[in-house]
């Protein structure tokens, strides 16, 4: 059965180092997601990708961060300087364009643990 | 700011019996509506997801929504000790819009 995966499966970083989190979303899918964790609390959206554009991001998704479709199968969260608050898990989804008037399914990517010291 | 509230948990049930799992949402705009498991440590797992007003069975699980009321529930019958993890409610909008998440509610099933 098609998955999302993600790489790495752990990163650990200085404070104000850049980080590169990478997905290969399910092949057919369109959309792209990326969501983060924080450990004990709920899981937040922080932005969608369609059609090589941002088409939503969250409030949590600053300047420091950016997304890009690099090739027809990866899909990255950068953040460009880390700070300890961005410690989290960071989940990538994928969802197909369905049309059926809600939002479609989105499977979620076994995610990234980012660790910032 | 909108919100999707889950009951509070943790939850415990006993194995064969059934958990029933809680949901209100405060967007009257969202359509579509999705449980995931999360087992700790783990990605959140897809599995229900409803659209319309009433219930969707699939297996041991079913989905139940009220629109008018804003309130999503999840039933697991004959739960297992597998079935142990936070289960997760989920609201969309639209095709592709993002997915707001409850806190979860934690099961417990004791064999």
């Known amino acids: 059965e098609p998955e999302v995966t993600q790489t790495p499966s752990h990163q650990v970083t200085q404070m104000g180092q850049e980080v590169i989190l990478r997905c290969v979303p399910i092949?057919?899918?369109?959309?792209f997601y990326w969501y983060r964790q924080i450990l004990g609390q709920k899981v937040e959206f922080l932005v969608s990708?369609?059609?090589?554009?941002?088409?939503?991001k969250s409030e949590i998704f600053d300047d420091q961060f950016s997304v890009e479709r690099p090739d027809g199968s990866n899909f990255t969260l950068k953040i460009r300087s880390t700070k300890l608050e961005d410690s989290a898990m960071y989940f990538c989804?994928?969802?197909?364009?369905?049309?059926?008037?809600?939002?479609?399914?989105?499977?979620f990517g076994p995610g990234t643990r980012l660790t910032v010291l | 700011q909108k919100e999707v509230e889950q009951n509070s948990g943790p939850l415990s049930v006993p194995e064969g019996a059934i958990a029933s799992l809680n949901c209100t949402y405060s967007?009257?705009?969202?359509?579509?509506f999705f449980w995931y498991r999360q087992y700790s440590g783990k990605s959140p797992e897809l599995i229900m997801f409803?659209?319309?007003?009433g219930d969707k069975e699939d297996g041991r699980f079913t989905a139940q929504l009220n629109k008018a009321s804003q309130y999503v529930s999840l039933l697991i019958r004959d739960s297992q000790p597998s079935d142990s993890a936070t289960y997760l409610c989920?609201?969309?909008?639209?095709?592709?819009?993002?997915?707001?998440f409850g806190e979860g509610t934690q099961l417990t099933v004791n064999p």
């Open positions: 989804a994928s969802s197909a364009l369905i049309g059926r008037g809600g939002g479609d399914e989105q499977f």
């Open positions: 990708f369609y059609n090589n554009e941002i088409s939503e």
């Open positions: 989920a609201s969309g909008e639209t095709s592709g819009s993002r997915l707001t």
């Open positions: 967007d009257r705009g969202s359509q579509s």
């Open positions: 092949s057919n899918h369109l959309y």
């Open positions: 409803i659209y319309s007003n």
